[in-house]
């Protein structure tokens, strides 16, 4: 298979890409493993559905995190003449993917507590099932600020994702404590325990949306917003030669990282080298200023006064 040119600084940048998402999954993936096997053990000695609930919760993310090391070896592949555009849509499947497992770990546990609720609990969920909630919390806020900002920082919309993924944990371990807490407090409020699982079940609703959506929309060809149009308009109409814009068409290429097509029109009696001279500088004009522009293609038409 022959491959595109591209340049030895893009293929340096890409393995950094794909090195620092590698080391802050290895990271949380190591952190999930953890919780999972503490939340488990001592919600199942503590008695406590809501923390063996927030156990799977932990697990899946671990899957997750699967994912993105596996995905990451092939959406950071380089264009070639098979995928012009390279390989980053399979970042957005994978992150799609997540907002699926998600959906299918939060209808279990919903399911679950809601067909358990009704039952009468033989006691109330031990002090254990409380500190591994509590650990749950402490650990995973921080790691879903330091992924998020790798995330970020690299442009990786999977990452993003499983930064919500991890703060969703974070999240969905708050009423989970709170329901031990409660029940171990006043025995007769065994049912918290219950009605804590189906809380941390709309949490992981709610993470699963919000990383689920911006894939499906990326997937869909969804285009930059208004402003941003605006912005691509601006810096194009101020480099010098080029009379009109017009016809801006935008994609996003993964979550973070936009392509843009647009029409100019320069000087008709402008020779082809000065026009394709003028489409050069608003295309690295719009790489270096544009908002998370990695792909610009330049249309030149003559200008009609």
Do not use: C
Not at 190 to 209: M, P, Q
Not at 221 to 245: H, R, Y
């Amino acid at each position: 298979m022959k491959k595109a040119p591209f340049t030895d600084d893009a293929q340096k940048l890409d393995l950094e890409r794909r090195k620092r998402i590698q080391n802050v999954t290895i990271v949380g993936m190591a952190v999930n493993i953890f919780l999972s096997a503490l939340k488990f053990v001592g919600g199942t000695i503590g008695g406590s559905q809501a923390v063996v609930a927030d156990a799977v919760h932990s697990l899946s993310d671990m899957v997750t995190d699967v994912a993105i090391l596996v995905g990451v070896r092939y959406w950071s592949k380089p264009a070639d003449t098979d995928h012009p555009h390279g390989h980053r849509r399979l970042e957005m499947i994978v992150t799609l993917g997540i907002g699926i497992l998600l959906v299918i770990v939060a209808t279990g546990i919903l399911f679950n507590s809601i067909q358990t609720l009704h039952q009468q609990q033989d006691s109330s969920p031990g002090w254990i099932a409380f500190w591994a909630a509590l650990a749950s919390i402490v650990l995973k806020e921080p790691l879903y600020r330091w992924t998020a900002w790798v995330g970020n920082k690299v442009k990786s919309a999977s990452l993003v994702a499983n930064a919500w993924h991890h703060r969703s944990d974070a999240l969905s371990s708050i009423p989970a404590a709170l329901a031990v807490l409660g029940a171990a407090i006043n025995p007769s409020w065994g049912f918290l325990d219950n009605v804590g699982a189906v809380v941390v079940s709309f949490f992981i609703y709610r993470a699963a949306f919000k990383i689920a959506y911006p894939a499906f929309e990326t997937l869909m060809d969804k285009g930059a917003p208004e402003e941003d149009i605006e912005k691509i308009t601006t810096i194009a109409l101020n480099v010098k030669g080029v009379e009109l814009v017009h016809n801006v068409r935008t994609r996003y290429l993964s979550g973070l990282n936009l392509a843009v097509d647009l029409h100019i029109k320069v000087d008709k009696e402008m020779t082809v080298k000065d026009g394709h001279d003028i489409s050069e500088e608003v295309k690295e004009r719009l790489l270096g200023q544009g908002p998370e522009i990695i792909d610009v293609v330049v249309h030149l038409e003559p200008f009609e006064k």
